[in-house]
């Protein structure tokens, strides 16, 4: 389909790696974004060593590990302090080849966009509907403005209203669990050194590195959905929930700035038949949105995004490359997605007695028997 003039609705991580991936076979390439200004993401995002493999075959590897932290070690800790296990994560880089790579979010966006040719992407466009025919999809946005192409792929995330218009009775299913997370800069050498998620009673809390100063945390916790705070009340709130936690959560939450605290209840799609319709797909959170369990759903977006831009470049019409881009990636991304929901039920467990029980089990079980799954998900190369 070479010299095919695509439109990605959605400049995350997936629409940005498509538009990158297709640019590179020669493809015509519009990226559409709803935001008037590309702001400061306020957190991290653990990059394992799948998505490297994408990020290399786009170029941008090498940046991405100098701009981020890689990670040496991992821990889960019972939220006393006391270490349940204890992983060398940069085992991954002498065994598969790249290293896993924690990274603050807008310095991962800045990359990616330098790494499109200019005029690529157009901000504050907010993709309203589609419509297609024999020939062309065009799409309308908010503004009255209108554009066609070959294809379209909506890459616009886990609320995405191009999936909602080709299926709308899909639908999110809610974790039961909230996540709050920020970024500080900081000199505690407790938090600049070590990768751990703690588990308590119905919540958890991580710690990760993302440059020489900064550490991106996350908190999560068993609560209905929906609930609206300000930065202060979520403040106070994360503060009363981790207070008798180990340290250096504490100092953590203490000096991070009330206002750059983000807080998004936790939802997934169940894995569902289709992604395309005619000449439009889905990708990313999109079509395969998961739990953040295994960290892996930025990690799927870039894999899908390199899958899709192969396979339209390499049939010779989009029904099968589209057919063969979903062939090549869901049963992966249902894997994760159904994975990753288990592990977080395990994590949130709330009742003592089974809580016990699964602290003790994950100290006696041996660590590839406890890794097996981040093996699976890390070990994989879709650029072979
Ligand atoms: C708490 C938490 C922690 C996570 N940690 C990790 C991690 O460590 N590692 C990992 O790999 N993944 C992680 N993830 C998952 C990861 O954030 C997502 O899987 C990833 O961002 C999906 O990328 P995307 O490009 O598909 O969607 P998004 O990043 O959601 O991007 C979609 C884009 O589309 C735009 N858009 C939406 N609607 C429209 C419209 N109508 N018109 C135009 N543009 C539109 C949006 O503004 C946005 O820029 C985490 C998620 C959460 C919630």
Redesign the pocket.
């Given at each position: 389909m070479n010299k095919a003039k695509v439109i990605i609705?959605?400049?995350?991580?997936?629409?940005?790696?498509t538009a990158i991936a297709l640019q590179q076979y020669g493809f015509e390439v519009k990226v559409?974004?709803?935001?008037k200004k590309?702001g400061e993401v306020g957190?991290?995002?653990?990059?394992?060593s799948n998505?490297l493999h994408v990020l290399r075959a786009l170029g941008v590897a090498d940046e991405v590990i100098a701009a981020g932290s890689k990670l040496q070690r991992s821990q889960i800790r019972a939220n006393n302090g006391e270490t349940l296990f204890d992983a060398r994560t940069d085992e991954m880089e002498t065994k598969y080849g790249e290293p896993v790579v924690?990274i603050h979010?807008a310095d991962l966006h800045q990359i990616l966009i330098n790494a499109l040719k200019p005029n690529t992407l157009k901000l504050d466009?907010?993709?309203?509907k589609f419509e297609q025919d024999d020939n062309k999809v065009t799409v309308h946005?908010?503004n009255g403005e209108v554009d066609s192409a070959d294809v379209l792929i909506g890459?616009?995330?886990?609320?995405?209203?191009?999936r909602k218009q080709m299926f709308p009775e899909v639908q999110l299913r809610y974790s039961g669990y909230t996540?709050?997370?920020g970024v500080v800069e900081t000199e505690n050498e407790a938090a600049l050194g070590l990768t751990s998620e703690s588990w308590g009673r119905g919540a958890r809390f991580g710690i990760?590195r993302v440059d020489k100063k900064r550490v991106y945390w996350?908190a999560?916790r068993n609560q209905p959905i929906g609930e609206k705070a300000t930065g202060e009340q979520k403040k106070s709130k994360l503060l009363g929930i981790f207070s008798k936690w180990h340290k250096p959560i504490d100092h953590l939450l203490d000096s991070t700035p009330a206002e750059i605290i983000?807080q998004?209840d936790?939802c997934d799609i169940a894995p569902f038949a289709s992604w395309t319709k005619g000449r439009v797909t889905l990708?990313?959170?999109?079509?395969h949105?998961?739990?953040?369990n295994?960290?892996?759903?930025?990690?799927?977006?870039?894999e899908s995004a390199y899958v899709l831009a192969r396979a339209l470049n390499e049939e010779s019409d989009y029904r099968s490359a589209l057919k063969r881009y979903e062939r090549e990636r869901h049963e992966r991304t249902a894997w994760i997605t159904n994975t990753s929901w288990s592990i977080g039920k395990g994590g949130q467990v709330e009742n003592p007695l089974l809580i016990g029980l699964r602290n003790f089990i994950v100290k006696i079980t041996p660590a590839g028997a406890m890794q097996r799954n981040l093996h699976k998900a890390t070990g994989y190369d879709v650029t072979k």
């Open positions: 609705i959605g400049a995350g991580v997936g629409g940005l790696c559409y974004e709803k935001v590309l957190a991290g995002l653990t990059l394992w998505a924690a979010r466009m907010n993709c309203a946005f908010e890459a616009d995330g886990i609320h995405s209203v191009v996540a709050w997370r990760v996350f999560t983000l998004n936790i990708l990313g959170d999109a079509a949105s998961t739990t953040p295994m960290g892996q759903g930025a990690c799927m977006a870039m």
